[in-house]
């Protein structure tokens, strides 16, 4: 067995997980504060990182032989903003047979970060199940008490009586339907504010309510449904700090949202079918980096910013082509693309001028400057690459062959990869742990492929891998998605924990495409019935991401793995970035022949460590907010580009 040499990170992670308990405890501060605390801060969570506050009884009660904590299930409304008591008791029955009621002498507790318990009173801003305990001694009780965030609350321009208006009975021919949210989205607890866009029955449905109901919430929430332009819909948007609350509530085992519209006289009123959608404890991280172009020439193409760690700032500018450096033809201002990022996203490799002509720069992404350049020879350099665990190393493709380098002013050679293998390859991805190197490899003029060695069109590829020790030692690769008749393997990412690795396959029957390149359907290059597929890294049977796909050829391409995993719901939880044509709602109408442009979305996959998947691992994906600086006029947004920070963008 090789050594470990390099070890998935585990410090996002746990930043993540602080930054939603910083979100929540922010979210809940005002209700919170007003709770008693015995021993603590009023003004802070009570109770600390292990559980909700409590207080101590006066000591062992002498005597005592059991508990039991009354009632020992209750249920409490809580309204948005305030906070919820429920009192309990604990009855003790003692070595004589009597029962005496002991609350005030034992000492109670929650399991509740956000509740707090006082002799037996029970106070929480927060939904969900409290489980509340009375202990003296070795001597326990406990009760369960769920707590739902009820009530209707009046958004912005919410019509007046609105309410009332929204509460007879909806008619069949005048129910709406939501467009977006997608039916088993699950949502990043950072994500902000999300619109909800609906399709109208009636020009005159203004008035609207979302209502969620579950375990943990019965929420109405009134508002205006203002037009979306040209498309008959409406949409309302749910409040940025609603979200802490959804994402407590979306621990319970139901939750559905519909959406309820009418006239602004009452008339018309139509509910929709329900949906489930769900947020996540788990939060977007780090900086993605990706390719955005306004759809008229490759030099209208840029790379932008998008720092996941204030996800309500909206992407920054990094590079455009006026700081691409002149091809060895004189050609001033190329294009780039196929763009990499070490994972620290202290370092970026571009390649200029397209796959053709391959120039290189290594960039100092901290100041926009080139480290290394390589644009003086006509023949090209490097057309893709993948940075080690530790950015001192790359891997580059050029021309079907795998090259090792240092990934500093030197670029120095340190060996060509793979030499045995009797095939081509390109598309190589460096897991985050060091361990495995994954890459497609395909035989040009055979399987369908043409003869040019480019690499970013490989009809009838697989994928291999080969293991590593992080430092440039490889093992012989073994085919880990193997070739397929009709078929094209292609685009592999490893996962920050090197447990999985997601890929695209598209379909040789699918529809072609439509540009003035790779216009084959299952050449790798933008194939509008690409589709994510995920398999363990030790191999095994692949399995399509179908929620995450959805049911059209909507060309789900590029995908990336988050910098790091969570947990949801007793799973590891991945974030995986793709670009997509398919409808972002009514906002924006796709394409399943690739005629509209892309956009960026983000899917969450769940998966128990160590087990095989368990039938389709996916929720449907949720579209990357503050993408397109003009929503009428959206910019193609592709190639995410993931690094566990985003750094500052050079001025």
């Known amino acids: 067995m090789r050594s470990r040499v390099f070890s998935a990170t585990v410090g996002p992670r746990g930043a993540h997980r602080g930054a939603l308990l910083l979100a929540l405890s922010t979210a ?32 062992a009660v002498e005597g005592l032989v059991s508990l039991r904590v009354e009632p020992a299930a209750a249920s409490v409304d809580l309204a948005l903003g305030e906070r919820a008591v429920v009192e309990l008791s604990a009855i003790g029955r003692f070595q004589d047979g009597a029962e005496r009621d002991v609350t005030d002498r034992v000492t109670w507790s929650a399991d509740d970060l956000f509740a707090h318990v006082d002799a037996g009173q029970l106070t929480t801003a927060s939904p969900g199940l409290v489980r509340v305990t009375a202990a003296d001694g070795p001597v326990t009780a406990s009760a369960d008490v769920t707590v ?34 997608l039916d088993g989205a699950l949502f990043p607890s950072n994500i902000g504010s999300v619109e ?68 602004e006289d009452g008339s018309e009123l139509g509910e929709s079918a329900a949906i489930d959608v769900r947020w996540a404890g788990a939060s977007l991280s780090g900086g993605l980096y990706y390719w955005r172009t306004d759809g008229t020439t490759l030099q209208s193409a840029a790379i932008y910013r998008y720092d996941l760690d204030d996800a309500a700032s909206p992407p920054a500018l990094f590079w455009e082509n006026e700081q691409s450096p002149p091809l060895a033809t004189g050609q001033e201002m190329p294009c780039m693309g196929c763009h990499a990022l070490a994972m ?78 009797p095939e081509r390859l390109t598309q190589p991805f460096w897991s985050p742990d060091g361990e495995h190197l994954a890459f497609v490899a395909w035989q040009p003029g055979e399987n369908g492929a043409g003869p040019e060695l480019y690499g970013d069109t490989v009809r009838g590829a697989q994928i291999l891998i080969a293991g590593a020790d992080g430092a ?87 995908p990336r793995f988050g910098p790091s995993h969570d947990t949801h719901r007793g799973k590891n939880i991945y974030w995986v970035a793709f670009s997509s044509r398919r409808p972002y709602g009514l906002r924006l109408p796709g ?58 963008v050079p001025q």
């Open 28 to 59: 809940l501060a005002a209700a919170v504060a007003a709770c008693s605390s015995s021993g603590g801060d009023a003004g802070a969570p009570p109770g600390g990182a292990q559980g909700g506050g409590g207080s101590s009884g006066s000591g």
């Open 148 to 181: 739902k965030l009820a009530g209707e609350v009046a958004l912005p321009g919410a019509p007046p009586g609105a309410g009332e208006l929204l509460d007879g009975a909806p008619e069949a021919t005048s129910a709406p339907a939501i467009a977006y949210p």
């Open 196 to 263: 909800v866009q609906v399709r109208r029955a009636s020009a005159a449905q203004r008035a609207g309510r979302i209502e969620i109901k579950g375990d943990f919430i019965d929420l109405r929430l009134v508002g205006a449904c203002e037009p979306i332009p040209d498309t008959g819909g409406c949409a309302m948007a749910l409040p940025a700090d609603l979200v802490p609350m959804l994402v407590r509530a979306s621990e319970g085992e139901a939750m559905e949202t519909r959406v309820r519209l009418a006239a």
């Open 344 to 421: 620290a996203g202290d370092k970026m490799a571009l390649t200029f001028g397209g796959s053709g002509p391959s120039s290189f720069a290594l960039v100092d992404v901290a100041t926009a400057d080139i480290i290394a350049l390589r644009n003086t020879d006509r023949d090209g350099f490097a057309t893709m690459t993948t940075f080690s665990p530790d950015g001192a190393r790359m891997v580059n493709a050029f021309r079907g062959a795998l090259t090792l380098r240092r990934a500093d002013e030197t670029l120095e050679s340190l060996g060509d990869l793979f030499g045995d293998d």
């Open 472 to 558: 440039g030692g490889f093992e012989a690769p073994r085919a880990l998605v193997p070739r397929e008749q009709d078929r094209s393997h292609y685009y592999p990412a490893i996962s920050d924990d090197g447990a999985w690795v997601v890929f695209n396959t598209s379909r040789c029957d699918g529809p072609p495409g439509n540009g003035p390149y790779g216009n084959d359907p299952c050449d790798s290059y933008d194939d509008n019935s690409a589709r994510l597929r995920i398999v363990p890294v030790e191999g095994g049977e692949p399995v399509d991401l179908a929620r995450a796909n959805g049911d059209d050829t909507w060309a789900n391409s590029w």
């Open 591 to 648: 394409s399943n022949d690739g005629t509209s442009k892309p956009q960026l979305w983000f899917a969450a996959v769940t998966l128990a460590p160590g087990a095989p998947i368990a039938g389709d691992p996916s929720f449907a994906p949720v579209w990357m907010p503050l993408q397109n600086d003009d929503m009428a006029n959206p910019t193609g947004n592709h190639i995410p580009q993931w690094a566990e920070k985003a750094l500052p």
